[in-house]
């Protein structure tokens, strides 16, 4: 089976750009979650949806903002990009977000 | 607030050696504890899991330990093997109706042959 899968792998962008990073979750999972992980930490917590409504916000500004569509996939959008936007962007999926998560590789974004 | 932290950044074993790695939280509404491995480039890699009505759990070459009474977590891990050398988080869940985790800041392993 499938793990979860992030698109794109890399992504460099430049100051005041927006960036869209995808996310298929694990074939009958209901739920994704978002995380930011910056060099030399654990992750942080940026979104969960499920079944399509947004079910927790982590404390992040709203140049960030997510979707999810009816076959469970999810975007991150990221508006106004910063320097400190730089990290790797991890998504999540579960059941139904109460239980474990299991995490894709990852989307590493670089802000120029 | 919540917070989870680990008490050793670095650990550095020696190969077929047993391996402790310590994480402490603060929030005692926590139901729900993970450990994760991360290798370099790649994203975090489920390892165990223990609800909090639970002391001790058992895997394959691990165990995870909790003591709710100190908020101590711990992952043993048994006859360490150079690919088991990776960064190790520990992850809190609050329950209720926050689903998030928590992460600390991890712990890198590093196993020597």
């Known amino acids: 089976d499938a793990g979860v899968t992030q698109s794109p792998t890399h992504l460099i962008k430049t100051r005041g750009q927006h960036v869209t990073l995808r996310c298929s979750p694990i074939s009958g999972h209901k739920s994704v979650s978002w995380y930011q992980q910056v060099l030399g930490q654990g992750p942080q917590f940026i979104f969960q949806?499920?079944?399509?409504?947004?079910?927790g916000r982590g404390n992040f500004p709203d140049r960030f903002s997510a979707r999810q569509f009816p076959n469970y996939s999810s975007e991150l959008n990221v508006n106004a990009l910063l320097l400190g936007d730089s990290a790797l962007y991890l998504c999540a999926s579960s059941l139904q977000g109460k239980e474990t998560q299991y995490f894709g590789p990852g989307t590493r974004l670089l802000v120029l | 607030g919540e917070s989870v932290g680990l008490h050793l950044p670095t650990l550095s074993v020696q190969e077929g050696d047993n391996s402790i790695i310590n994480c402490a939280y603060s929030?005692?509404?926590?139901?729900?504890f993970i450990w994760y491995k991360q290798e370099s480039g790649k994203g975090p890699q489920f390892i165990i899991d223990?609800?909090?009505?639970?002391d001790k759990r058992q895997g394959q070459r691990v165990t995870v330990l909790l003591n709710k009474t100190v908020k101590h977590l711990s992952l043993q891990i048994a006859a360490t093997q150079p690919g088991d050398s990776a960064v190790y988080f520990c992850?809190?869940?609050?329950?209720?109706?926050?689903?998030?985790?928590?992460f600390g800041k991890g712990t890198l392993l590093t196993v020597n042959p």
């Open positions: 949806y499920y079944e399509k409504e947004e079910r």
């Open positions: 992850a809190e869940n609050s329950g209720g109706s926050n689903y998030k985790l928590t």
């Open positions: 929030n005692s509404a926590s139901d729900y």
């Open positions: 223990i609800r909090s009505n639970m």
